[in-house]
Every structure is written in structure tokens, then in C-alpha cells.
């Protein structure tokens, strides 16, 4: 258990959240195309949120302290590689008040994963 920041676990974290996200999507995707569930925002969302958290859980949990800032920067990272490929693939910037809240609730679920991983590395 290493007390110094490991910006290393950072981007791991970033990638886990995005690969975590994208098979998940993928499987709503196969979801909704063989069932007549229609889609839902709140899906998309609770995809993004739950990817961030459980990325931020295992960071944390391998950095055994820091937890906040690690999930901080997961979720800060995750919307910032969000961005830059809605960028890549939209003709239209997103709207402040949209990035506003992809902010907040990648901070929180990240904040809230990376306290959560140092206290499972505790326990």
C-alpha cells in the first residue's frame, strides 16, 4: 500500500470507466434492439455513473489511500475523454448546463467510489 499519488491508477481508472461503459452500452443496445423496452436517458446515465464508481472503487482500493482525489480525477477524466469524442462525432457542442451535469454526477459517483475503495482496502 503505497501512500504516494500513483497518476498511473488515474488512467487506468479512465480506461476501466470507458470499457466498463461501452460494453454496458452495448449490451442496452442488444437489449433494446430484442425487447420492446424503449431507451431511456436515465440508462445512459446510471451506465455512466455506475462505470465511474466501480473504476474509482478499484483504483482507490489498489491505492489503499487517497481515495477522493483518485475517484475525483477518474470521473474528471472521464468526461473530459467524453467530450473529446462527442467532439469527434457531433456537429454541435453540447450545452454548458449538459456538461455542468455530466460533471457533477461523474465527481460524485467518483468521489463517492474512491472513498469507498480505501475503506474496502481497510477492512
Known sequence: ?????????VFKGILLAAILALILALGLGVLLSLTSIT???LAVTGIMVFSIFIASVLSARQAG?????YGLLIGLGYVVLLLLVAG?????APSPLSVAEKLLQALVAGGIG????VLLSRG
Do not use: A, H, N, V
Not at 500500500?1 to 491508477?9: A, D, I, N, T, V
Not at 469527434?88 to 454541435?92: K, N, Y
Not at 474512491?114 to 475503495?117: E, F, L, V
Open 1 to 9: 500500500m503505497s501512500k504516494s499519488f500513483q497518476l498511473s491508477l
Open 88 to 92: 469527434i462525432f457531433r456537429d454541435t
Open 65 to 69: 489511500s487517497k481515495g477522493l482525489y
Open 39 to 41: 431507451e431511456s436517458g
Open 114 to 117: 474512491g472513498i469507498t475503495g
